[in-house]
């Protein structure tokens, strides 16, 4: 996990998600790429974020494409196919996160996180994966809290991003923020320090 770097979360708020990555791409402490995207749409409501090993970065998400329109049906499936090379496994701890339709027409947020061999962590708070996972989950505990709003889980999930990667050596140089709400996803390209 340490050898390209990289740190992503998701969060639950009040009737949306959201999933945020850090933009740096290294060769282990040399940087080599302040613009690497590691979080990918499935569909219109499910974002997949790829931390780990560039190159099974690229392998994964080529191979998620397309594939399931409901998330809990879409983490399933990546947990399969990284137990499928549980002997020899991608270098990726994926964090999914999206809405679900409830049966009676609503949205439900949805976020879950596997290790490298696919086993599931379902969360109703908050996942986090990458070389700054134990610096997000202290920052995370601090500031997240239930039903945050969309703007207020903008702010949360991006301090705590900003926060812990600039602790790590491995993270950082700027985030991504995707806020996925019933109505539409908000983007957001977040500066940070380059040092």
């Given at each position: 996990?340490?050898?390209?770097?990289?740190?992503?979360?998701?969060?639950?708020?009040?009737?949306?998600?959201?999933?945020a990555s850090d933009l740096r791409l290294g060769s282990q402490a040399l940087g080599i790429s302040s613009n690497f995207q590691r979080i990918f749409p499935v569909t219109d409501r499910v974002y997949v974020?790829?931390?780990?090993?560039?190159?099974?970065?690229?392998?994964?998400?080529?191979?998620?494409?397309?594939?399931?329109?409901?998330?809990?049906?879409?983490?399933?499936?990546?947990?399969?196919?990284?137990y499928q090379h549980?002997?020899?496994?991608?270098?990726?701890?994926?964090?999914?996160?999206?809405?679900?339709?409830?049966?009676?027409?609503?949205?439900?947020?949805?976020i879950a996180a596997t290790d490298l061999i696919g086993c599931?962590?379902?969360?109703k708070d908050f996942v986090v994966a990458g070389?700054?996972?134990?610096?997000?989950?202290?920052?995370?505990e601090g500031l997240w809290e239930p039903d945050l709003e969309a703007e207020d889980l903008f702010e949360t999930i991006s301090q705590t991003l900003l926060n812990a990667v600039d602790r790590d050596?491995?993270?950082?140089?700027?985030?991504?923020?995707?806020?996925?709400?019933?109505?539409?996803?908000?983007?957001r390209t977040l500066k940070g320090r380059m040092d």
């Open positions: 996990m340490e050898y390209n770097g990289g740190s992503v979360i998701a969060m639950v708020g009040k009737d949306c998600v959201a999933i974020g790829l931390p780990g090993l560039a190159t099974d970065v690229t392998t994964l998400r080529e191979r998620f494409r397309y594939r399931v329109n409901i998330p809990e049906t879409f983490a399933h499936l990546v947990s399969s196919t990284l549980r002997f020899g496994p991608y270098f990726i701890e994926p964090v999914m996160a999206g809405l679900s339709k409830t049966p009676s027409g609503g949205f439900k947020p949805f599931l962590n379902f969360a070389t700054a996972s134990a610096k997000l989950f202290g920052v995370a050596a491995y993270s950082g140089w700027g985030a991504i923020v995707h806020v996925i709400t019933k109505d539409k996803i908000i983007t």
